[in-house]
């Protein structure tokens, strides 16, 4: 029986991550870069998987979620997990060292996390929000220069970030709300995305 909740599934460009009732993990798809967390990375003969297949063998899987050829996972301990490509530190490991199965980040409190192509953000249940990756176009919201690569999880400033309430746009442009139903915004913004009524990228948060 697959959970029909919220976070329980991952559909990326060519794989997909599921968990079920049960608390497995399961995937299927092209495993490039080890996406599909089953200890096999291609070039190789189980490159493709075209049946769901399960990641290890644990029961404890509550949320999976990802960008593009990477995946995030939390669970119920509050631990989070990743795989797939690093190659501009996305999975948040301090190296830009590809995984083809669920490694950890350190910290048990973890309470969701998204993807996108080259950067990640999470937050944890005190209210702050990581983020890590690629800051193409400032994406990352750390008030960097463009394309300025962290590794590692970094905290944007705040304690009021709302814990499930946040996405990433492609692979540099961010929105988030607080708390106090404001929404926030940052990253690429030469067509408007970020619906500011400008075309000014911006490297730190702004309110909408």
Known sequence: ??????????VGQLESC???????LWSWGYNK???????????GSGCYYSS?????TDTSWQHVLG???????IKTDGTLWVWGDA???QLGLNDTASRSSPTQIPGTTWAWASGANENMMATKTDGTMWVWGNSRHGGLGLNQAHATKISSPTQIPGTTWALKEFSTIDRAAMTALKT????????????????????????SPVQI
């Open 33 to 43: 870069q080890g996406v599909l967390g089953l200890n096999e990375a291609c070039p």
């Open 180 to 203: 106090d139903g404001t929404a926030w915004v940052w990253g690429e913004n030469e067509d408007g995305q970020l619906g500011l009524n400008t075309a000014v990228s911006h490297s």
């Open 52 to 56: 769901p297949t399960q990641v290890g």
């Open 87 to 89: 190659s501009y530190g």
């Open 1 to 10: 029986t697959w959970d029909a909740g919220r976070g329980k599934i991952k």
């Open 18 to 24: 599921a968990i079920k009732a049960d608390g497995t």
């Open 67 to 73: 960008g593009h050829n990477t995946v995030n996972a």
